[in-house]
């Protein structure tokens, strides 16, 4: 099982990134799909998450209007569309599966945005 994120790296303020987040060995459609970031010493917190249909979405008021959770069922990936960026997005980003039985966390990908 895996779930592994890329796409992250330094931007300057009010630049875009996209995370994707690529997961195998488990049947990827059925979970619900979240990401999270962390901040040195600060705790890890729920950025935005996606049903596995689809059909639900939550976003953080610091997020929302600026970032768009996506996922692509036939190709097992989720990703984080960050528009917008603000030097307190500032973070290490990580990708979530979950459902009642099972959840998985990839390991991160840093995003940093300074000028």
């Known amino acids: 099982v895996q779930l592994v994120e890329s796409g992250g790296g330094l931007v300057q303020p009010g630049g875009s990134l996209r995370l994707s987040c690529a997961a195998s060995g488990f049947t990827f459609s059925t979970y619900t799909i979240r990401w999270y970031r962390q901040a040195p010493g600060k705790e890890r917190d729920l950025v935005a998450g996606?049903?596995?249909?689809?059909?639900?979405?939550y976003y953080s008021d610091s997020v929302k209007g600026r970032f768009t959770i996506s996922r692509d069922n036939s190709k097992n990936m989720a990703y984080l569309q960050m528009n917008s960026l603000k030097p307190d997005d500032t973070a290490m980003y990580y990708c979530?599966?979950?459902?009642?039985?099972?959840?998985?966390w990839g390991q991160g990908t840093q995003v940093t945005v300074s000028s």
């Open positions: 979530y599966a979950w459902r009642p039985t099972a959840e998985y």
């Open positions: 996606l049903a596995s249909a689809g059909s639900f979405t």
